[in-house]
Each structure stands twice: as structure tokens, then as C-alpha cells.
């Protein structure tokens, strides 16, 4: 019989992280745990207002499945018993790691994944003002790729800056639904002079299908409109890559479907994360393989990690070791 637990718990952001809905200087984040009495499997989910969900109502929506998990509640059904979101990522994540451990063998393996690589993760900057973009970006032009955070009004100035800072560093942006159809036809054409390579979710979920009359000299990335594969129907025709997140898709099992169908459909996959611990990112690395972007730095931008970490050299980011996860 499996045991099911969740708590919360916060971890310290190093300085604040700005993006145009907010600022915030600490990260919650739900564990669950899932015991055998012999093993124990972990996960971690961010829940986000923007989707409705608080700490609260995220664990008070897994511990709802306390009795079914205990009567044998497996992965597999959970997929159907939970909607996408950070309640079913938690879980879903808790039942690969416990079965890695159940079989001594790793995660990537159950998945079939024969070859782990390390990745090279993007770095981001979170939204200030041009002269501290700057800044930051000059103290990070090692890093061969950074994202910045952007909001809208300056946002030409504060690419500009990040240049300036980073000049030989590939830079991609994320508008967070923040801008107009106006905002984008203004400033694509300068962002494509600059070298920017991607742009993130411009417009609000639900309130892009202009996309699909606007020119895209620069690829175009859904985010807050790509949830699960349900999402794929209103994606294709709009946007030119995904951004695959473990808390929108409800886990990793759904997070390799979404994967596979996409790239069927002719879009290009990135991988991201909400800002969480290094728990949060070693299931996500997983889906991460063999993909055009990865943005899985969210352990980078924490004062306090987890024990076991995730290892980070720069940029390049190594497999978890099971004392993480999986």
C-alpha cells in the first residue's frame, strides 16, 4: 500500500525576480511524497495564480486522492483522475521516482531514454531597467544563451542594453503576455536587427489568433497558451515552438506525449520551468533532451537550494543523481 504526504515550502530568490505581472523574492512550491514503507518517491509543483491555483487548493487537491493512491491508484490513472496542472505534476513526478527506486534502475530508463546528455540551459534576466539588464547581463556574457524578461514599454532599450552587456551571447525573450498587436509590429523588426532569436508568448493566452495574420521573421513561442496536447489544436498556425513545462502539462508522462505530438505537427520544442528548486528541474531535464531550447535555470536564481542539487557548470547542466530524483 502507498502512503501519500504534501507540504509546503519556500525557498529564498537570490535578490527579487521581476516579470511583467510581478515581483517576488521568495518561491513556493508543494512536495509530495509517495512511500512504499521501503521507498519513497518525490515531486515538486509551482501553483500559479495566473492559473487559478494556490498552495492551498494544489494540496488540498492531492491529498484529495489520499484513499485512491492507498486502494492502488497508479500513474497511469492518475493521468485521467487529475486535469494538467501542478497538483498532477507533483504527483505524476512522485510515481516516476518511486518507481525508479522500486526497480534500482534510473528514471530515463523506464522512459526509454538510453543516453542521458548534459544540456546547455539559458539564463534569465529578469525584467528591470535597461542599465541593470545591463549589468546583469555583462557579469553573465559567458553564458551562451540568455533570456530576458520583458514587459513592454522600453523593452527596445533594455535589448539594447543586454547586447551591449552580453554582445557575443544568443538572446531570446519573453514577453509574458505583455504586449499589443501594436507593441509587436513595432518592435519585432528592431528585436530581429539585434539578433534575437526567439520571442515568448507576446500576447495574452486566448487573445492571439492575430498571430496568425502578423509576419514571424523571428520564431514565436506559445507558453501560457500551450497547457497539454488539448493546446496543440489552437497552437498550430500561430506560434513555431512549444514551451513544454511540467506544471502546465501535469507531469512528465504527459509532458512526453505533448512532446512527440507536437514535433509530429511540425513545431519546435523548448523546455521550461517555473522558478522552483533543483527537484522541480531533474524530472523536467528528461523531456528536455534533444530539444532547440532549454530553460531550466530556476536552481541558478535561488539564494538556497536543495540538498543533493542539481550540478551546474555555468550553463551546462547535468543529469540528476537519484539522491534528487529519479
Not at 534500482?104 to 531514454?113: D, F, L, V
Not at 512528465?252 to 519546435?268: S, V
Not at 531533474?282 to 528536455?288: G, H, R, S
Amino acid at each position: 500500500m502507498i502512503s501519500l504526504s504534501a507540504r509546503s515550502e519556500s525557498f529564498p530568490i537570490e535578490g527579487s525576480f521581476t516579470i511583467s505581472r510581478g515581483s517576488k523574492t521568495k518561491v513556493d512550491v508543494v512536495v509530495v511524497e509517495l512511500s512504499d514503507g521501503k521507498h519513497t518517491g518525490r515531486g515538486e509543483c509551482v501553483p500559479y495564480a495566473r492559473y487559478g491555483e494556490s498552495i492551498d487548493s494544489v494540496i488540498e487537491l492531492i491529498m484529495s486522492l489520499e484513499d485512491d493512491i492507498k486502494n492502488g491508484l497508479d500513474r497511469g490513472a492518475l493521468q485521467t483522475k487529475l486535469e494538467s496542472g501542478a497538483a498532477r505534476n507533483a504527483l505524476d513526478c512522485a510515481f516516476w521516482d518511486l518507481e525508479a527506486k522500486q526497480k534500482n534502475t534510473r528514471a530515463w530508463n523506464i522512459a526509454g531514454i538510453a543516453d542521458m546528455q548534459n544540456l546547455t540551459t539559458a539564463y534569465t534576466l529578469s525584467l528591470e531597467t535597461p542599465e541593470k539588464m545591463r549589468e546583469s547581463a555583462a557579469k553573465n556574457a559567458d553564458r551562451p544563451l540568455l533570456k530576458l524578461k520583458l514587459g513592454g514599454e522600453g523593452d527596445i532599450q533594455r535589448v539594447q542594453a543586454v547586447r551591449l552587456g552580453a554582445p557575443n551571447s544568443r538572446l531570446i525573450v519573453d514577453a509574458n503576455e505583455g504586449w499589443t498587436a501594436e507593441t509587436y509590429q513595432e518592435l519585432v523588426p528592431k528585436l530581429h536587427e539585434l539578433g534575437v532569436e526567439m520571442i515568448e508568448q507576446p500576447f495574452p493566452a486566448g487573445d492571439d489568433e492575430i498571430l496568425k495574420t502578423l509576419d514571424r521573421p523571428i520564431a514565436l513561442c506559445a507558453d501560457e497558451s500551450c497547457h497539454d496536447r488539448e493546446s496543440l489544436k489552437d497552437i498550430i498556425g500561430k506560434y513555431d515552438m512549444i514551451n513544454i513545462k511540467l506544471d502546465k502539462t501535469g507531469g512528465l508522462t504527459e509532458a512526453f506525449a505533448l512532446k512527440e505530438e507536437a514535433e509530429a505537427n511540425g513545431l519546435t520544442i523548448m523546455v521550461g520551468c517555473m522558478l522552483a528548486t533543483s527537484l522541480a528541474m531533474a524530472p523536467a531535464i528528461l523531456v528536455a533532451q534533444n530539444t532547440a531550447i532549454v530553460d531550466l535555470d530556476g536552481p541558478l536564481l535561488l539564494a538556497k537550494d536543495r540538498e543533493n542539487p542539481l550540478r551546474f557548470d555555468k550553463s551546462e547542466l547535468y543529469p540528476p543523481e537519484p539522491e534528487l530524483w529519479g
